[in-house]
C-alpha cells in the first residue's frame, strides 16, 4: 500500500544551523512528492514539488528513488521557518494525495 | 489567487447529530478533497472528487459521505457524528491541466469540529 512516513514528530535546531527533515514513501510506481508548510495560524501552503527542482525559501528536496527518499533540507535555518511541515505523495491520475504525520520545525534564537 | 473557502470555522455539535462541513473554491478546479488533520496522525484523506457527481473514498471513509453537485462547492457529511470525528477538517481543491497532470492542492483554513 502507499505510504509516506515521517519519522520525526519535532525537529528542533538553533538558527543558522543545518536543518533536514526526513520522508519516506512507499510506492511500486513513479511518484510524484511534495512538501507542505503550515505556519502558525496560517492554511497549509505548498512548499515545493519534485518535478519543479527549485529551491523555495532557501529550501531543496531531491527524490531519490532508490532510498524512497524525498527529504528536505536547507542549509541554514531561520527563525521564520518555525511552521509544521508535511510531506506528500501523489499516486494516480485522479490525483489522489496522501499526506504523512508531519514534523514540527522549531527554530531556536 | 485561489480561494477555498470552508463555512465555518468553528462547530460544536452533539453525538448523533447529522453534521454538514461545506466548502467552496472559486478557481474551476475539477478536484476537491476532504482531510482530517489530527496531531501525531497527519492528513488523512476522508473522500475526493475529481468531477461533478464523481467522488471515491479516501483512507478513512467509515462514518462520512460526500456531496458534490456543482463543480465549485464539495460537502462532507457526518451522517451521526460520533465523539473520534472530533477534529480538524480541512477541503482542498486542485486543478488538472495538459502538462502538470497533478497539480498542488489549495487548502481552506479549516474546520475545527467538537462533537460532544
Known amino acids: 500500500a502507499q505510504r509516506v512516513t515521517q519519522p520525526e514528530k519535532l525537529l528542533s535546531v538553533f538558527k543558522g544551523a543545518p536543518v533536514e527533515l526526513k520522508c519516506n514513501y512507499s510506492?511500486?510506481?513513479?511518484?510524484?512528492l511534495f512538501w507542505y508548510v503550515q505556519y502558525s495560524r496560517q492554511r497549509l501552503q505548498l512548499l515545493l514539488r519534485h518535478i519543479s527542482r527549485e529551491s523555495i525559501k532557501g529550501f531543496t528536496a531531491d527524490l531519490n528513488k532508490g532510498e524512497t527518499s524525498f527529504h528536505l533540507k536547507k542549509p541554514f535555518a531561520q527563525e521564520e521557518d518555525s511552521a509544521m511541515y508535511y510531506c506528500a505523495l501523489c499516486y494516480s491520475s485522479a490525483s489522489k494525495i496522501i499526506f504523512g504525520s508531519g514534523t514540527r520545525l522549531s527554530i531556536r534564537p | 489567487d485561489v480561494k477555498v473557502t470552508q463555512s465555518s470555522r468553528y462547530l460544536v455539535k452533539r453525538t448523533g447529530e447529522k453534521v454538514f462541513l461545506e466548502c467552496v473554491q472559486d478557481m474551476d478546479h475539477e478536484n476537491m478533497f476532504w482531510y482530517r488533520q489530527d496531531p501525531g496522525l497527519g492528513l488523512r484523506l476522508i473522500y475526493f472528487s475529481y468531477d461533478v457527481k464523481m467522488k471515491e473514498k479516501g483512507d478513512i471513509p467509515e462514518g462520512y459521505s460526500v456531496s458534490r453537485e456543482k463543480k465549485e462547492r464539495f460537502s462532507l457529511i457526518l451522517e451521526s457524528a460520533s465523539t473520534n470525528q472530533t477534529s480538524m477538517y480541512l477541503c482542498?481543491?486542485?486543478?488538472?491541466?495538459?502538462?502538470?497532470?497533478?497539480?498542488?492542492?489549495?487548502f481552506g483554513n479549516g474546520t475545527r469540529l467538537t462533537v460532544t
Open positions: 510506492y511500486s510506481g513513479s511518484p510524484e
Open positions: 482542498a481543491s486542485s486543478r488538472i491541466t495538459v502538462v502538470e497532470v497533478n497539480s498542488p492542492l489549495h
